[in-house]
């Protein structure tokens, strides 16, 4: 079996391609359906008569979930460029095929879609514009199919062409040690844990025992799942579900691998690096690195003996903050942490001997050995350096690399430092804090960083450090001061819903009127239902509800007031407060706060009594 993988900006029409070429529709969460948005990888089985099948991967196009999009990349050896006939190629549509030149593909297609979209005149058109804009990437010489998933029209000329390309393919190398990297981890009544990924090399028996890396875990696979079918042994190349019921789910994530004996995790690799061109200016000797190696986001260090001034392979030592499986071989692609652009990909050439031979000097064992003693008590250099024997500079020298490699980290500026190990368990308790929460609470956003210090038992500021650290791993999330579990969506009790609906009903023949803050917070306070005032606050940090000033809006009635503005200017250039308090039927009192925040929130700029539309509106 080989994988086939989509590629593209977001609404290009991945998800409908994949469904016109299999019948599944890839997005399987509810709020997929909702939003008519991949936000997570989706998966599909292609079937042809002869045996001849592909599992596909399917990514979200948004940028802001592209983090997904790269936990499946690596496993596609067959891409689907999927490109919109009438919006043309996009940001993300290159900025897939950059990640994706680094990885595994070894074939592309390009799939122009809507093309019921464009009339018959303009199709050639349309096709030759999207081609010369792929010049200079890897999808350069690509077979281009026009299709529509609405019409199906060359659909099937498109699964003819996927079915010969994929009985020419290699196969993978199936008598490799196992290296599957994890991509879904959920539990079924009655089987326990489950996990699913792309098998990248090696073949699974029923009844074998594998290892979950990092962590070393044997791992029994009492059956193997290959999409409907469960079979006995299965090879490289195949998507994979594997029952696992020795361990627990919650032991296992995405970013983790399933593997044979051979193969550890690790965190230091030597490896060849190519940059890219847009980020040449972003290296240092040490360059801060999200890395993406298999399923895993990672931060890390990038570390380079010289500067890297012109493009070209380089070699590299990759220095990661947590272990992950790697071997000669294994591709990555880095971005920088912040803003998340990205930087180049490369592959592991082998362990970084250097590093690892000097694993820790004497120093850093010592510093971290007062830190461990010290607990969440976090320890200043001062401190450390009396306890370890140590003078400050060897202290600070020792730290800097302690805190680069995760084993420290700082909780205070300039300098009170926690060990690693000490942190990690921090987080654990503060997880289990979280879960225990939004069960009792569910429609709660999550907890403030107070009240989680107050529940624990530390330091505000202490714990605000070591979330944030884990915020930046993705280990939990913060929205807009509230803390919670990755998966945690808020949602209200029936009483609830039934509060707001009575709150917020809306006066037709007024529909921009707000509601006074302070009656809501009198409604809220003597409604007498069950975590009332906590819903209150989610209606608020979602932004369904938004307060002005002294008032009260829903998105909805924001929403329409922007439209309403934005096509005024569009026709007039400017307006009045007054134009504007006519625009929407309304007072002075209600006009004047309304124009500031659409002022503030980038929509209109103020010139004396004039408002005009911010550039970009126009
Ligand atoms: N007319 C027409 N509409 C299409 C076609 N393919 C997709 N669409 C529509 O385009 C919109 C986006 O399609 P999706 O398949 O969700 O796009 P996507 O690329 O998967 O989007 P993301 O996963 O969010 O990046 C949906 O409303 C589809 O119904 C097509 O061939 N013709
Ligand atoms: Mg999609």
Same mark, same amino acid.
């Given at each position: 079996?080989?994988?086939?993988?989509?590629?593209?900006?977001?609404?290009?029409?991945?998800?409908?391609?994949?469904?016109?070429?299999?019948?599944?529709?890839? @997005?399987?969460?509810?709020?997929?359906?909702?939003?008519?948005?991949?936000?997570?990888?989706?998966?599909?089985?292609?079937? /042809?008569?002869?045996?001849? &099948?592909?599992? !596909?991967?399917?990514?979200?196009?948004?940028?802001?979930?592209?983090?997904?999009?790269?936990?499946?990349?690596?496993?596609?050896?067959?891409?689907?460029?999927?490109?919109?006939?009438?919006?043309?190629?996009?940001?993300?549509?290159?900025?897939?095929?950059?990640?994706?030149?680094?990885?595994?593909?070894?074939?592309?297609?390009?799939?122009?879609?809507?093309?019921?979209?464009?009339?018959?005149?303009?199709?050639?058109?349309?096709?030759?514009?999207?081609?010369?804009?792929?010049?200079?990437?890897?999808?350069?010489?690509?077979?281009?199919?026009?299709?529509?998933?609405?019409?199906?029209?060359?659909?099937?000329?498109?699964?003819?062409?996927?079915?010969?390309?994929?009985?020419?393919?290699?196969?993978?190398?199936?008598?490799?040690?196992?290296?599957?990297?994890? @991509?879904?981890?959920?539990?079924?009544?009655?089987?326990?844990?489950?996990?699913?990924?792309?098998?990248?090399?090696? *073949?699974? =028996?029923?009844?074998?025992?594998?290892?979950?890396?990092?962590?070393?875990?044997?791992?029994?696979?009492? *059956?193997?799942?290959?999409?409907?079918?469960?079979?006995?042994?299965?090879?490289?190349?195949?998507?994979?579900?594997?029952?696992?019921?020795?361990?627990?789910?919650?032991?296992?994530?995405?970013?983790?691998?399933?593997?044979?004996?051979? /193969?550890?995790?690790?965190?230091?690799?030597?490896?060849? /690096?190519?940059?890219?061109?847009?980020?040449?200016?972003?290296?240092?000797?040490?360059?801060?690195?999200?890395?993406?190696?298999?399923?895993?986001?990672?931060?890390?260090?990038?570390? !380079?003996?010289?500067?890297?001034? %012109?493009?070209?392979?380089?070699?590299?030592?990759?220095?990661? +903050?947590?272990?992950?499986?790697?071997?000669?071989?294994?591709?990555?692609?880095?971005?920088?942490?912040?803003?998340?652009?990205?930087?180049?990909?490369?592959?592991?050439?082998?362990?970084?001997?250097?590093?690892? *031979?000097?694993?820790?000097?004497?120093?850093?064992?010592?510093?971290?050995?007062?830190?461990?003693?010290?607990?969440? =008590?976090?320890?200043?250099?001062?401190?450390?350096?009396?306890?370890?024997?140590?003078?400050?500079?060897?202290?600070?020298?020792?730290?800097?690399?302690?805190?680069?490699?995760?084993?420290?980290?700082?909780?205070?500026?300039?300098?009170?430092?926690?060990?690693?190990?000490?942190?990690?368990?921090?987080?654990?308790?503060?997880?289990?804090?979280?879960?225990?929460?939004?069960?009792? &609470?569910?429609?709660?956003?999550?907890?403030?960083?107070?009240?989680?210090?107050?529940?624990?038992?530390?330091?505000?500021?202490?714990?605000?450090? !070591?979330?944030?650290?884990?915020?930046?791993?993705? +280990?939990?999330?913060?929205?807009?001061?509230?803390?919670?579990?990755?998966?945690?969506?808020? %949602?209200?009790?029936?009483?609830?819903?039934?509060?707001?609906?009575?709150?917020? +009903?809306?006066?037709? %023949?007024?529909?921009?009127?707000?509601?006074?803050?302070?009656?809501?917070?009198?409604?809220?306070?003597?409604?007498?239902?069950?975590? !009332?005032?906590?819903? /209150?606050?989610?209606?608020?940090?979602?932004?369904?509800?938004?307060?002005? *000033?002294?008032?009260?809006?829903?998105?909805?009635?924001?929403?329409?007031?922007?439209?309403?503005?934005?096509?005024?200017?569009?026709?007039?250039?400017?307006?009045?407060?007054?134009?504007?308090?006519?625009?929407?039927?309304?007072?002075?009192?209600?006009?004047?706060?309304?124009?500031?925040?659409?002022?503030?929130?980038?929509?209109?700029?103020?010139?004396?009594?004039?408002?005009?539309?911010?550039?970009?509106?126009?």
């Amino acid at each position: 079996m080989h994988i086939i993988g989509t590629a593209g900006h977001v609404d290009h029409g991945k998800s409908a391609l994949i469904a016109a070429l299999t019948g599944t529709n890839p @997005d399987r969460l509810i709020e997929e359906q909702l939003r008519g948005m991949t936000l997570d990888l989706g998966f599909a089985h292609l079937r /042809f008569d002869d045996g001849v &099948e592909a599992g !596909i991967v399917d990514v979200p196009g948004h940028e802001r979930f592209l983090h997904n999009m790269l936990a499946g990349a690596a496993g596609m050896e067959l891409l689907l460029l999927v490109v919109d006939a009438v919006e043309g190629v996009m940001p993300q549509t290159l900025e897939h095929l950059q990640i994706l030149q680094f990885l595994n593909v070894r074939r592309i297609f390009v799939v122009i879609s809507k093309i019921d979209l464009v009339d018959a005149a303009r199709r050639d058109d349309a096709c030759q514009r999207i081609r010369s804009r792929l010049q200079g990437t890897i999808a350069r010489d690509a077979a281009v199919y026009a299709v529509s998933a609405a019409t199906s029209e060359n659909v099937d000329l498109l699964k003819a062409a996927l079915h010969d390309s994929l009985a020419a393919m290699p196969p993978r190398d199936s008598r490799a040690p196992v290296y599957l990297p994890i @991509d879904r981890v959920f539990a079924l009544p009655g089987l326990g844990t489950i996990v699913t990924g792309t098998l990248m090399q090696g *073949s699974i =028996e029923t009844g074998e025992t594998l290892v979950l890396e990092p962590g070393g875990k044997p791992a029994h696979v009492r *059956s193997i799942g290959v999409f409907e079918t469960t079979r006995k042994h299965i090879e490289a190349g195949s998507r994979v579900a594997l029952n696992l019921p020795g361990i627990d789910r919650h032991e296992m994530g995405r970013g983790q691998a399933i593997v044979g004996r051979e /193969f550890t995790s690790q965190k230091r690799f030597a490896v060849r /690096f190519t940059p890219l061109q847009s980020a040449l200016s972003c290296f240092r000797r040490r360059t801060p690195v999200r890395a993406y190696v298999g399923s895993a986001e990672i931060f890390g260090t990038l570390v !380079i003996d010289a500067r890297i001034e %012109s493009l070209g392979e380089v070699r590299a030592q990759l220095h990661l +903050r947590e272990p992950v499986v790697g071997f000669p071989g294994v591709r990555f692609v880095l971005r920088r942490p912040s803003p998340m652009t990205l930087l180049g990909g490369g592959y592991i050439e082998g362990v970084d001997l250097v590093a690892a *031979s000097k694993e820790r000097s004497r120093e850093e064992s010592a510093v971290l050995a007062v830190l461990k003693e010290k607990g969440l =008590e976090a320890a200043e250099l001062g401190t450390i350096a009396f306890a370890a024997n140590l003078r400050e500079s060897a202290v600070r020298n020792a730290l800097d690399r302690l805190v680069e490699q995760g084993e420290a980290i700082r909780v205070a500026r300039p300098g009170a430092f926690v060990e690693g190990g000490v942190a990690a368990a921090l987080l654990t308790k503060l997880l289990a804090q979280l879960e225990e929460t939004h069960r009792q &609470e569910p429609w709660a956003m999550g907890m403030t960083s107070l009240a989680l210090a107050r529940a624990l038992g530390v330091p505000e500021t202490l714990l605000v450090r !070591i979330a944030e650290r884990y915020v930046d791993d993705g +280990r939990l999330v913060n929205r807009g001061g509230y803390y919670a579990a990755l998966n945690h969506r808020p %949602s209200f009790s029936a009483p609830q819903r039934a509060f707001f609906d009575q709150l917020l +009903r809306e006066d037709p %023949s007024l529909p921009f009127l707000p509601i006074p803050f302070a009656t809501a917070v009198a409604a809220v306070k003597s409604a007498r239902i069950e975590g !009332i005032s906590k819903a /209150f606050d989610t209606m608020l940090a979602q932004g369904a509800l938004v307060k002005v *000033s002294d008032d009260l809006y829903r998105a909805s009635q924001l929403a329409r007031i922007q439209a309403r503005v934005e096509a005024f200017l569009r026709e007039r250039e400017r307006m009045t407060a007054a134009e504007f308090r006519d625009l929407l039927g309304t007072s002075r009192k209600y006009a004047v706060p309304l124009l500031e925040w659409l002022d503030t929130h980038g929509i209109t700029i103020r010139n004396g009594d004039y408002r005009t539309l911010r550039k970009g509106k126009r």
